[in-house]
């Protein structure tokens, strides 16, 4: 199996955990004397039987992204890393550019007056260059995640 498709895997195993978790709450609780729809007790076996299965994806997982490297020599989780604070630098200048798009509040001349105290083509010029960087970035780990063997 390539590292891509255990990325899909454990993604739908996930999605099958949070079904299994709404699943037993609905039913562990019902009337006296009326059954509950699915066995709760069964339910929280296959839950145990999914979780297991999650940790051994998971496990093979990070030790796929601590053993192979994107081709520019980083490993694929110092590149995971790169991205997350890329996208978080990137989060953080949307914010300040967006804080700065505020409607005029002023009905006259002699209120008070809002100024802009950043340069906002700057900072919209490095979010634009962030996100390619996180583009490119995106592309050689997918690109990566499909060559590598678990």
């Known amino acids: ?18 079904s ?22 069964a339910l929280l076996l296959e839950a145990g039987a999914t979780l297991e299965e ?3 994806l998971v496990v093979a997982i990070n030790t796929a992204n601590l053993s192979h490297t994107l ?9 995971m890393a790169a991205r997350d604070a ?3 630098r990137h989060a953080l200048y949307q914010s300040a550019i967006d804080a700065t798009q ?5 009905y006259s001349a002699r209120e008070i007056k809002w100024t802009t105290a ?8 490095q979010s634009e260059d962030l996100a390619r960087q996180i583009r490119e970035l995106n592309g050689l780990i997918q690109e990566t995640n499909w060559k590598v063997d678990l």
């Open 20 to 41: 299994l978790r709404e699943r037993i709450a609905r039913n562990v609780m019902v009337q006296d004397g009326d059954t509950p729809h699915e066995d709760p007790a």
């Open 1 to 18: 199996m390539k590292l891509a498709q255990a990325l899909l895997l454990r993604a739908d195993v996930q999605k099958k955990i949070a």
């Open 118 to 125: 950043i340069d906002i083509a700057s900072i919209q010029k």
């Open 54 to 56: 999650l940790q051994k």
């Open 86 to 88: 890329l996208v978080q």
């Open 71 to 79: 081709p520019d020599g980083r490993s694929l989780t110092e590149a």
């Open 102 to 106: 505020r409607e005029p509040d002023r």
